[in-house]
């Protein structure tokens, strides 16, 4: 009777060891599958070096900037232009704007979404305060440079390409 018990708890202890490894796993394996995908409007990020190209001078592309905050931060957080029309292959700047309302300071994370999803893999960023934490000081504000590239193999029926970016504190505070 004592074996099948020991059986039984060492294939759970198993299952559950599988379980954690399966679920530490996923946002790396996720990652990979976004970015090779595309899905989920993950961008690209690229060197200006690798994001010389073609400009396309016959076509414009319609970029709207979109921001919000992640359940209720004290932050205002906001694009600083609505939208611009780019021509694809040409490298264009952005930015926005956060401020810290609270009187401790906080580091946060902007985490980036391109719609529609068939255009996230030609939406290339060189430069983008999404890709390290932002450290905010009491009552501090800042304006966070965008700079990115629309691959001009953006397929043809695409005319409008939205920039999307969640703002939150980030768990880890260092």
């Not at 796993?25 to 995908?37: K, R």
């Not at 255009?119 to 700079?147: D, H, I, V, W």
């Not at 390409?161 to 939150?168: E, G, P, W």
Request: net charge negative; with cysteine.
């Amino acid at each position: 009777m004592a074996n099948r018990h020991t059986v039984v708890a060492g294939k759970s202890l198993l299952l559950a060891v599988a379980m954690f490894g399966f679920g530490y796993l996923m946002v790396p394996i996720y990652d990979i599958i976004c970015e090779v995908t595309g899905l989920n409007g993950k961008t690209g990020r690229v060197s200006i070096a690798e994001a010389q190209a073609e400009v396309a001078t016959d076509r414009l592309v319609t970029v709207e900037f979109v921001a919000s905050i992640n359940q209720g931060g004290s932050w205002i957080f906001k694009p600083q232009v609505q939208e611009m029309q780019v021509k694809p292959g040409e490298l264009n700047h952005a930015a926005y704007y956060a401020e810290n309302l609270s009187n401790m300071p906080v580091v946060a994370q902007a985490t980036p979404s391109v719609s529609p999803q068939a255009a996230a893999k030609y939406f290339n960023k060189t430069e983008c305060f999404c890709f390290t934490r932002q450290a905010f000081e009491p009552k501090g504000s800042k304006e966070m440079p965008l700079t990115f590239i629309i691959d001009p193999d953006l397929p043809i029926n695409v005319d409008r390409v939205t920039l999307s970016y969640t703002f939150f504190r980030s768990p880890d505070q260092s």
